[in-house]
Nanobody, 123 residues
């Protein structure tokens, strides 16, 4: 079983910065991609940023130039550096991982989600 534990959310004023962390644990053969999603009240969950094992990144247009996703492979941890935060960035942020896990001499692909961490940006 794969667990994702997020940290780093909180309350910040507009223009400020926060850094989210997400650590993956469990029996994992490989982490193929990790990313961050967010969900504001009354809205659908949306992709914020993603990072593949090959180093490719993908950002939502609304965060390009302000947010940076990075990863520490040795720690199975992904980070989201958020700068120039805006009130519209307020949401619950969820970590996501696509992983390969072992199973009785073979393997399978799985997806894991964190429990979410709240980011609130005041104007």
């Amino acid at each position: 079983q794969v667990q994702l534990v997020e940290s780093g959310g909180g309350l910040v004023q507009a223009g400020g910065s926060l850094r989210l962390s997400c650590a993956a644990s469990g029996t994992i053969l490989s982490i193929n991609a990790m990313g961050w999603y967010r969900q504001a009240p009354g809205k659908q969950r949306e992709l914020v940023a993603a990072l593949t094992s090959g180093g490719s990144t993908n950002y939502a247009d609304s965060v390009k130039g302000r947010f940076t996703i990075s990863r520490d492979n040795a720690k199975n941890t992904v980070y989201l550096q958020m700068n120039s935060l805006k009130p519209e960035d307020t949401a619950a942020y969820y970590c996501n991982a696509d992983v390969t896990v072992p199973a009785r001499g073979t393997y399978y692909y799985a997806e894991a989600w964190g429990q979410g961490t709240q980011v609130t940006v005041s104007s």
